[in-house]
């Protein structure tokens, strides 16, 4: 995630490392929602996104006292919170691997897509900067199958390279390219209603 979206990290970050318990309160009642919600766009299990959220919170605590603060402190707790949900993934026998194919544009002989012709309004990345189309973008991103889901989401919210995606996954950086790939032209077709306006 970019630095402008990552969002603004409240506490007393000194009374924290003093070990200052009201002040380790507050920390964890102000940043609390924003990690669950990073948690839960790759997760989307309640549940599992409490104990990655709890998990997050002790290492960051036990960090602070040896942050260096060579990058930001928001940046270095959403590294952590997105590592540990990763960690969550990586112990399931396996990622929901449904096709995708339906959910892909369908093509004639001619290689031509058919579709009912429209005009662009935004791109998918234009319709998540605003809020009141980001749930029902969000809402699509989740009828992705996840081996396609979490990488798009990897890369193209929480701004991950293709090399850190590939060794978070263990996958290799041509099988992230081509899931990310297929997993944009589904998404592009299921926001088509958002960004098209009919030509009469």
Known sequence: MSESNCPEVSGDISGIRDGNSTAIRHFVKENTPWMMAVAFRILRDHSL???????????ILDGLAGFEGRSKIKTWMHRIVINETLMVIRKRSR?????????????????????E??????????????S??????????????????????????????????AEQLNLSESNVKVRLHRARAALKKLLEPLMRRHVL
């Open 49 to 59: 996104v409490e104990d990655v959220v709890q998990t997050a919170f002790g290492k």
């Open 95 to 115: 990622l929901n691997e449904d096709s995708l194919d339906e959910l892909l544009p369908i093509f004639d002989k001619n290689k031509c897509r058919i579709e």
């Open 117 to 130: 012709p429209w005009d662009t309004i935004d791109t998918p990345e234009l319709l998540m900067e605003k």
């Open 132 to 165: 009141q189309t980001a749930a029902k973008v969000m809402e699509k991103i989740n009828l992705l199958p996840d081996q396609y889901r979490i990488i798009l989401i990897l890369r193209d919210i929480e701004e991950f390279t293709t090399t850190e995606v």
